[in-house]
């Protein structure tokens, strides 16, 4: 099983470059949501998408975008990368609302 | 708004010593709440939940009981042992949250098992 699967696992990048972290989900998920986890922080919601179609930003959307480019895809985007944006990055779902979420193994992003 | 509030650590103990991790939540209804962990260098992944009041969610000799009357879902561990080491975080989901459903996440508990 498979579950979600997050790419790349490491990145580094310099300074006012793009990217794009892709993840996909294969267990039939309605919701889907991108973390970013930093020391001291916890987890803080970026962007998530509760259904197919729809995307609502999190507590910490600035510099991000996201698509939710069918039922299984969820990608978050970089536009122009800082270093404020250094991090690890988690990639989640759930099958409704109230139910437990499942993980992606993190992406290790560093801005230099 | 819903939230969760979960003890400061890091907590560092000696295997075969007793764990709580204390968890208190605020939410509007009656949220699910779940235990994740995270092993060093990898994902969360869920270690138990309980979805209302009285319920008690175990696994891996973890345990832990949604109290309504107190708001809390403190984890508990008879015997830690040094896999144990890990980071634990409190989550809940109220179904109750309108257009601002989604899961809701306590800081994280930084455990340390020493042999």
């Known amino acids: 099983n498979a579950g979600v699967t997050q790419t790349p696992k490491f990145q580094v990048l310099k300074t006012g470059q793009s990217m794009t972290l892709q993840c996909a989900q294969d267990?039939?998920?309605?919701?889907m949501y991108w973390y970013r986890q930093d020391p001291g922080m916890g987890l803080r919601l970026i962007y998530y998408?509760?259904?197919?179609?729809?995307?609502d930003k999190g507590e910490v959307p600035n510099g991000y975008n996201v698509s939710r480019l069918n039922k299984r895809e969820f990608s978050l985007r970089l536009e122009s990368a800082a270093p404020s944006q250094t991090s690890v990055y988690f990639c989640?779902?759930?099958?409704?609302?109230?139910?437990?979420?499942?993980f992606g193994q993190g992406t290790r992003l560093t801005v230099v | 708004g819903d939230s969760v509030t979960q003890m400061e650590g890091p907590v560092t103990l000696s295997e075969e010593a007793f764990l709580t991790i204390n968890c208190t939540y605020t939410a509007t209804g009656y949220p699910s709440l779940f235990w994740y962990v995270q092993y060093p260098g990898e994902g969360l992944q869920l270690l138990l939940k309980?979805?209302?009041a009285d319920d008690k969610g175990s696994n891996k000799g973890f345990e832990a009981t949604y109290r309504k009357e107190t708001t809390s879902f403190h984890l508990e561990k008879g015997s830690v042992q040094v896999s144990d080491s890990a980071v634990y975080f409190c989550a809940l989901s109220d179904p109750y949250a309108g257009n601002n459903r989604k899961l809701i996440w306590g800081l994280g508990t930084s455990l340390a098992v020493n042999p």
């Open positions: 998408s509760a259904s197919e179609g729809t995307t």
């Open positions: 267990m039939n998920h309605n919701s």
């Open positions: 309980a979805t209302k």
């Open positions: 989640a779902s759930t099958l409704t609302v109230n139910t437990e979420a499942f």
